[in-house]
C-alpha cells in the first residue's frame, strides 16, 4: 500500500504540474486539452444533427429563401439583411419544422399539417404531384339583408305588389329571386293544403344607381283570385339566392276589413281624386317661405280634388308641419315619417324606394299621379287648365313634361324694400336659362294603373304608350337650389334691364327673362287667402 505524502512534503520523482487521478499521477495540460477535443467533437455532433437540414450545398441565400418561404406561408416575412446566424435563430426560436435540404415543400407543408396562426389546422392534399393547401372560407355576421320590406298592397283579385329594399350585390350581380304563396286564414297550421302557390316577377327600378342597397319591387301574381272569400289570409314571400331559401316572411296580413277596404278601391271605375302628387324624400333645412309657396301654387293648380304625399326623411321641421297643418285639415296633405330609411344605405335618401311605394300605395285614388320635387313648379297656359291638358292625354299611360331651368341668382331691381319682402320666390326668378343642345332632365305623369314600378324621371314598367309632351302644353320651372336657401341667398346677381329680349349671361350660360309665373303670383296669394286665411310671411 502506498502513502502519499503529508501537506507541505514533496514525492519525489513527481513533477509539480501534475495531479493525482484514481492512483496515478496526470499532467494537468494534457487534462485539459482532452477535455476541450471531447468538447469540440461533441458540440460539432449536436450542430451537425441539428441543422442537417440544410444540407452541404445550402448557401445563405438558400437557407434564407428555405425559411423566407415559411414564413411567408405563415404571414410574416424574415427582413432582408439577416444573416444565416438570424435564418438559424429565427428556425429554433419560431419555427423548429424540419425540411428536405433547402427544398421549402415540406416545410410549408409540415408548417400547414399544424395549427396556423388562426387557431385551425389546414387540409394539405396531393392534386396531380402537386401539393396543394385548402383553404376555407367563413363569413361573419351580415353585411345586408336579402330584403328590406317597406310596404306591400293588394293590386287585384289576384295580384300583390311588394316594395322594398335589398342587397345590392345579391340582387344585381346575383340570382337573387322570390317566390309568392298565398295561405289562407283559415288553413289548419301543419297542414299540406290549401297554400297556392303564385308567380313572382322582380323589378329593379333604381337604374343601378343603388348603394349597399338597391330599390326592389315584386309583384306576385296568381292564375286566380285569392283570399277573394273574403276571410282572409296571408301573402307569405320566400327569398331566395343561389337556390338556397334564404328568408321566408309575411309580407302582407289581410283580414276581412282591410280587404273589403282595398278591393273596393281596386274595383271601383270612379276616382278619389283628379290629381295625386307622390314627393320624393324631402331633407335639409326647407325654407318654409318656399314650401308655402309651392303648396299654395300647387294646390290652386291642380284643384279642389287633389292630394299632396309627402316623405320626411329629415327635412320637415315642426315649423314646416305647421305649414302643412292647415292644408291638411282641408284633405289636401298626406305626411310619411321615413326617416328610418337612413339605417338603409340607398341611392339619394331613397328617393326610388319612396316613389315606388307611393305609386302602389295610391295606386287606384287617381287617375294622374304626378312626380316632381318641391323646387319644381308644374305649369299649363293661362287660357287652359291641367284638368283640360290632362284629358287631351288620356289615351296615353305616361306622359314627361319638360323643364324650363331658372336662374336662383339673376333678378331685376326693387327699389321699394316693403314690396321686395311681399314679394313670393317665384315673383323675383324670372331668368330661365335658354342654352342650347343640352339635355335638361324631365318629369312625369303617369296613369298609375297601369304602371308596375316606376323611376324618377320616368317610369319604364307601363303598360300602354308614353308621350314626351312639348313645352307649350305643359312644362315645369325648376328652381334649383331655392329649396334650402335662406332669402338673402336669392338674388345674388342684379339685372340692370327689364327688356325681355334681353339676353344675360352668367357663368358662360345665356337667361332671357320668362314671366309665366310672375302672372299668376297675385292669384295665388288671393287663393292662399281665402283657403286658409291671412299667413305670416317667413324671412
Not at 223 to 249: P, R, W
Not at 293 to 309: D, I, N, T
Request: with cysteine; aromatic share 12%; hydrophobic share 40%.
Amino acid at each position: 500500500m502506498r502513502i502519499a505524502p503529508m501537506r507541505g512534503e514533496k514525492e519525489e520523482g513527481v513533477a509539480p504540474s501534475c495531479i493525482l487521478l484514481h492512483g496515478s499521477w496526470v499532467d494537468i495540460k494534457s487534462l485539459l486539452i482532452a477535455i476541450l477535443l471531447v468538447s469540440t467533437l461533441i458540440l460539432a455532433s449536436e450542430v451537425f444533427f441539428k441543422y442537417s437540414f440544410i444540407g452541404p450545398a445550402c448557401s445563405l441565400n438558400q437557407v434564407k429563401d428555405s425559411i423566407h418561404s415559411l414564413k411567408i406561408s405563415q404571414g410574416t416575412t424574415l427582413n432582408e439583411g439577416a444573416t444565416l446566424a438570424d435564418a438559424l435563430e429565427w428556425r429554433d426560436n419560431d419555427n423548429p419544422i424540419a425540411s428536405d435540404g433547402c427544398n421549402t415543400s415540406k416545410t410549408i407543408e409540415n408548417s400547414h399539417n399544424n395549427t396556423t396562426s388562426f387557431g385551425k389546422a389546414e387540409e394539405v392534399i396531393n392534386v396531380d404531384n402537386v401539393t396543394v393547401i385548402r383553404r376555407d372560407f367563413k363569413g361573419f355576421g351580415s353585411a345586408a339583408s336579402i330584403f328590406v320590406e317597406f310596404g306591400a298592397y293588394r293590386g287585384g283579385d289576384n295580384s300583390f305588389a311588394i316594395v322594398g329594399l335589398g342587397s345590392k350585390p345579391l340582387h344585381v350581380y346575383g340570382d337573387a329571386n322570390f317566390q309568392c304563396v298565398w295561405e289562407p286564414a283559415d288553413r289548419v297550421v301543419g297542414a299540406v293544403g290549401p297554400r297556392v302557390k303564385g308567380r313572382a316577377d322582380k323589378f329593379l327600378p333604381d337604374w343601378g344607381y343603388g348603394r349597399v342597397y338597391t330599390v326592389v319591387v315584386v309583384n306576385c301574381t296568381f292564375e286566380e283570385g285569392v283570399g277573394v272569400d273574403g276571410q282572409g289570409g296571408k301573402l307569405i314571400l320566400h327569398a331566395t339566392s343561389s337556390h338556397i331559401d334564404m328568408a321566408n316572411f309575411v309580407a302582407l296580413e289581410e283580414t276581412s276589413e282591410s280587404y273589403a277596404a282595398s278591393s273596393a278601391s281596386y274595383k271601383s271605375k270612379n276616382y278619389t281624386y283628379d290629381f295625386l302628387y307622390c314627393g320624393s324624400s324631402l331633407f335639409g333645412d326647407i325654407n318654409l317661405q318656399r314650401i308655402r309657396e309651392w303648396l299654395a301654387y300647387h294646390v290652386r293648380l291642380m284643384g279642389p280634388k287633389s292630394h299632396f304625399v309627402f316623405h320626411d326623411a329629415g327635412g320637415v321641421s315642426a315649423q314646416v308641419r305647421q305649414v302643412l297643418l292647415k292644408w291638411q285639415a282641408l284633405g289636401h296633405v298626406t305626411l310619411h315619417d321615413i326617416r328610418e330609411q337612413a339605417k338603409f344605405d340607398g341611392y339619394y335618401y331613397n328617393q326610388f324606394l319612396v316613389v315606388n311605394d307611393c305609386l302602389h300605395r295610391t295606386r287606384f285614388l287617381a287617375k294622374w299621379t304626378f312626380f316632381f320635387d318641391v323646387d319644381e313648379y308644374l305649369y299649363v297656359p293661362p287660357q287652359t287648365t291641367l284638368l283640360q291638358t290632362m284629358q287631351s292625354f288620356s289615351n296615353y299611360s305616361q306622359i314627361t313634361i319638360e323643364q324650363s331651368p331658372m336662374s336662383s341668382k339673376l333678378c331685376l331691381p326693387i327699389h321699394n324694400s316693403s314690396t321686395s319682402r311681399e314679394m313670393w320666390g317665384f315673383e323675383r326668378l324670372i331668368f330661365r336659362n335658354i342654352k342650347r343642345g343640352h339635355r335638361w332632365d324631365r318629369k312625369y305623369a303617369i296613369q298609375a294603373r297601369n304602371v308596375l314600378a316606376t323611376g324618377v324621371h320616368m317610369s319604364e314598367n307601363v303598360v300602354g304608350k308614353t308621350m314626351h309632351t312639348k313645352g307649350s302644353l305643359i312644362k315645369y320651372y325648376h328652381y334649383h337650389n331655392t329649396i334650402t336657401s335662406k332669402e338673402a341667398g336669392l338674388c345674388k346677381e342684379i339685372v340692370n334691364s327689364s327688356s325681355i329680349s334681353l339676353v344675360t349671361y352668367l357663368d358662360e350660360d345665356p337667361y332671357q327673362i320668362d314671366l309665366g309665373l310672375q302672372y299668376v303670383a297675385q292669384a295665388v296669394k288671393e287663393f292662399e287667402l281665402q283657403k286658409i286665411g291671412l299667413q305670416q310671411l317667413f324671412a
